[in-house]
């Protein structure tokens, strides 16, 4: 299989030995995207006016918060606060000169004030950052799985997907694949998702039989880390330990 550069951090996360490749792909873009934000680019006026704009959903705030700049982090907020506050006084002096305008969203919809708010809450710089190139990556799957055999035999023998990701994988595919290769790829998908759901079921059984005294002398099989595995399946939480193991 010919690799070309969009392809390999598809066919990289792939050939991990994780139960969501596309987990995996989107846990190095976040990685990327958090070194990216609390790196040096904290600097640069373009960055700090996206970052003062946007500011950060509470996940990434404490993801920045655990990457241990503490001065970078500092100066970020500091000038995303004083853009809120401008924001805010702004929208608070509209609404006290409209002279009543706030009662009039209460029943109807949103004041601007409180819209503006509840955006704030949903954005984050470094979501938006993530967003394109998982885009892509999607598209790369849809792309190789049309246009190489071996990557084809790759995803057949996959680990399968999280809920999440196995839902996105059927959702887009009718806009990348058609005819025979869009029937293939979705009864192969769901093929594949059931398959290791049962396997990680049924890994997740034994590990709580192994807490029963009757199963005390038992060997462990694949059940030792049968729970964060389960995580994955359900919540697509990944740890940097499964982002490294490789199939053998």
């Not at 002279?99 to 969203?105: E, P, W």
């Amino acid at each position: 299989m010919k690799e070309k550069l969009y392809t390999i951090p598809v066919n990289e996360a792939f050939q991990k030995a994780c139960e969501c490749p596309i987990c995996v792909m989107r846990a190095e873009l976040e990685k990327n995207a958090l070194e990216y934000t609390i790196g040096p680019s904290y600097m640069e006026d373009d960055v700090r006016a996206e970052t003062d704009r946007l500011g950060f959903c509470k996940d990434h705030m404490q993801k920045l918060w655990e990457q241990n700049n503490r001065l970078g982090l500092a100066l970020m907020t500091k000038t995303h606060m004083e853009k809120t506050i401008q924001e805010v006084r702004k929208l608070a002096e509209s609404e006290k000169k409209g002279g009543g305008i706030l009662q009039k969203f209460v029943k109807s919809e949103e004041s601007p004030l409180v819209s503006y708010l509840h955006q704030l809450e949903h954005s984050c710089f470094v979501c938006e950052r993530m967003k394109n190139s998982f885009e892509r990556y999607l598209i790369t799957v849809y792309y190789l799985w049309k246009n190489e055999e071996e990557f084809r035999h790759i995803y057949r023998d996959s680990k399968g997907f999280c809920n999440e990701h196995y839902a996105i994988l059927m959702q887009k595919a009718s806009k990348h694949l058609s005819g025979r290769e869009l029937e293939d790829f979705k009864e192969i998908t769901s093929e594949i998702y059931l398959k290791n759901m049962e396997r990680v079921l049924e890994d997740v059984e034994w590990f709580i039989n192994k807490f029963d005294y009757r199963y005390r002398e038992e060997p462990w099989k694949n059940a030792a880390d049968a729970l964060p595995r389960a995580l994955v399946k359900l919540n697509g939480i990944i740890t940097e330990d499964m982002m490294e193991k490789k199939d053998s």
